[in-house]
């Protein structure tokens, strides 16, 4: 999935769950592309920063509080507070997407959540 042939040190979940975990709290934060500096110790690029948002999204899917926000980048989330930010942000995101998904279509945001919702089912139990 991801390319070594690009950095020195494959950016994975693992790999950045290894340098995510040293960074507590917000104020340990970092933009997309000084994290993976950090991680592979060569300069970032457009698919670099794509790994490192993929990998990003399966910690965050295995319960890992892979946090971030705007103003500080992404970092271990320590506190109920900066966990909260994240999801906040995450939910905004979520929601103008379904709004403009919403007038594409002619559905209400809550028909496309509940279809959504069954999509989401169907493909756990597959």
């Given at each position: 999935?991801?390319s070594?042939?690009?950095?020195?040190?494959?950016?994975?979940?693992?790999?950045?769950?290894?340098?995510?975990?040293?960074?507590?709290?917000?104020?340990?934060?970092?933009?997309?592309?000084?994290?993976?500096?950090?991680?592979?110790?060569?300069?970032?690029?457009?698919?670099?920063?794509?790994?490192?948002?993929?990998?990003?999204?399966?910690?965050?899917?295995?319960?890992?509080?892979?946090?971030?926000?705007?103003?500080?980048?992404?970092?271990?989330?320590?506190?109920?507070?900066?966990?909260w930010?994240?999801?906040?942000?995450?939910?905004?995101?979520?929601?103008?997407?379904?709004?403009?998904?919403?007038?594409?279509?002619?559905?209400?945001?809550?028909?496309?959540?509940?279809?959504?919702?069954?999509?989401?089912?169907?493909?756990?139990n597959?």
């Amino acid at each position: 999935m991801y390319s070594e042939t690009e950095t020195e040190i494959a950016i994975t979940p693992d790999t950045v769950l290894a340098v995510l975990r040293t960074m507590e709290g917000a104020g340990a934060g970092l933009r997309a592309e000084q994290l993976v500096e950090v991680i592979t110790g060569r300069e970032s690029t457009a698919l670099s920063e794509r790994h490192l948002r993929q990998s990003i999204t399966e910690l965050r899917m295995r319960g890992h509080p892979a946090c971030a926000t705007p103003d500080h980048g992404y970092f271990w989330g320590v506190t109920e507070g900066e966990i909260w930010d994240t999801v906040r942000n995450l939910t905004r995101r979520s929601l103008t997407g379904l709004t403009q998904a919403s007038r594409m279509t002619g559905r209400t945001v809550q028909e496309l959540a509940g279809q959504l919702q069954l999509e989401l089912e169907e493909a756990q139990n597959a």
